[in-house]
């Protein structure tokens, strides 16, 4: 027997057919390129028939999908909030994908990609066999996958774990209401926009962004940029540390998990400053709690999500409805 997980991103669509113990049988990826709202739906749909036609030329059993979805998932109506694909404001993916599974009698479960991460490393990752764990995903913006005694903390509207939010700095600027504070400083855009607030400030500063046009920064770049120790590169990602260290901590104390991992394209890079990391939780976080918890970098990487879909699936077959 094999399930379908499909993980959404905000650029692309990654399949893959799983077996029970975690194995992916097949896999693939599909850019989104300029497709938005009904368009995007259209490549779900696609993507599903094409991973059943391989099932079914293979002779596999297809009993469950689960797609993970960048953003929120109201669970009580079946619709998603993405603000990255244009068109998914409050879009009922349930509602239009459900009959195309009822057809092939597929069970479907969908959730946020926060919710999938955790979900994913639990099963088949560092924090595997984990009953009390958080994913900490950095990267275009941050979020976290919390995991209490077993179960994906949801909250009373589905947005638990929007810590992009995170209240890490005083006193309030009108700059965090689109995005949050601990996001504003520390997300992969936060990385890029400091480098250019800070090199249009700097007049005096004759680095290697000189040569770049400052609007197109990266937060690629300020990672490169700091390998050869470039000043503003090295504040604002020294900076960074102290606020992910801030994070960790307040995670430490608030749930006491037994492990937290640092995931999603930021980390990437921002792994060979882990030790730091720690250093700067361990100052903040409660003393006890922080004795009992590892905190490491995802091993699954960017198929964290894609492996979260595959376990959604398995939780899918196990629910009476």
């Known amino acids: ?47 599903i028939r094409k991973l059943l036609s391989i099932a079914e030329s293979d002779k596999l059993e297809i009993k469950a999908l689960g797609i993970s979805v960048p953003g929120i998932y109201y669970s009580k109506t079946g619709h998603v909030w993405a603000p990255n694909i244009p068109g ?29 991460y955790i979900l994913g490393e639990t099963w088949q990752g560092i924090a595997k066999g984990c009953k009390n764990a958080v994913f900490l995903a950095v990267g275009t913006g941050i979020g976290a996958g ?8 949801r909250g009373n509207s589905d947005i638990a774990g929007a810590i992009g939010w995170m209240a890490l700095d005083r006193p309030f ?5 689109t995005c949050g504070c601990f996001e504003y400083y520390a997300s ?95 100052q903040w976080a409660q003393p006890i709690s922080i004795q009992h918890v590892s905190v490491e970098i995802s091993t699954l990487g960017g198929d964290a999500g894609l492996f979260g879909a595959g376990r959604l699936a398995f939780l899918a077959l196990n629910e009476k409805n």
């Not at 919390?146 to 903390?153: A, D, P, T, Y």
Request: positive net charge; proline residues 2%.
């Open 173 to 177: 600027r009108n700059e965090y209401k």
């Open 1 to 47: 027997m094999k399930v379908i997980g499909l993980d959404l991103g905000g650029t692309k669509l990654a399949a893959a057919l799983f077996n029970e113990n975690g194995k992916i049988y097949h896999k693939e990826a599909t850019a989104l390129g300029k497709r938005q709202g009904k368009e995007v739906e259209a490549l779900i749909k696609q993507q």
């Open 88 to 116: 998914w404001t409050y879009y009922p993916l349930l509602h239009e994908i459900g009959p195309m599974t009822e057809t092939h009698k597929i069970k479907i479960k969908i959730d946020s990609d926060r919710a999938c």
């Open 188 to 282: 992969g855009n936060g990385i890029a926009k400091a480098a250019q607030i800070l090199l249009n400030n700097d007049y005096n500063y004759s680095g290697i962004f000189r040569e770049k046009n400052i609007e197109r920064i990266s937060s690629h770049d300020v990672f490169e940029a700091y390998k050869i120790q470039d000043r503003i590169a090295t504040k604002i990602l020294n900076e960074c540390i102290a606020y992910w260290g801030m994070a960790v901590a307040n995670l430490i104390s608030l749930f006491n998990p037994e492990k937290i991992i640092l995931g999603g394209g930021v980390f990437g890079p921002a792994a060979q400053f882990l030790d730091q990391i720690k250093q700067e939780a361990q």
């Open 146 to 153: 919390i995991l209490i005694e077993g179960n994906v903390l």
